[in-house]
């Protein structure tokens, strides 16, 4: 019912910054709840930054204060601001679609993040 389609990943010294981008096919587009995750090799996917049923906005402790999520509903499109980068940030990123009727959630195919010197 909705494709996502993920990008603005790629390698970043440590302190600098990226912005994620995820488009969305399906609209109307506040019909879903939409976050980022993340996952690093040899580790379990874990909630980044999402939007609340209400609209209010979730952050992981780890990023709070670094990273800011945002959405364009005019373009169907998610945003995940992320500065001050650090090692640990590194991950693929994953954007998630949950359907504010219910039913399964869909999910990108995710975008790789490197943060080295």
């Not at 980022?36 to 780890?62: D, H, I, M």
């Amino acid at each position: 019912q909705v494709q996502l389609v993920e990008s603005g990943g790629g390698l970043v010294q440590p302190g600098g910054s990226l912005r994620l981008s995820c488009a969305a096919s399906r609209t109307p587009f506040n019909s879903y709840v939409m976050g980022w995750y993340r996952q690093a090799p040899g580790k379990q996917r874990e909630l980044v930054a999402g939007f609340t049923t209400y609209g209010s906005t979730n952050y992981a402790g780890s990023v709070k204060g670094r990273f800011t999520i945002s959405r364009d509903n005019a373009n169907n499109t998610v945003y995940l601001q992320m500065n001050s980068l650090k090692p640990e940030d590194t991950a693929m990123y994953y954007c998630r679609a949950h359907p504010r009727w219910g039913g399964n959630d869909y999910w990108g195919q995710g975008t790789q993040v490197t943060v080295s010197s």
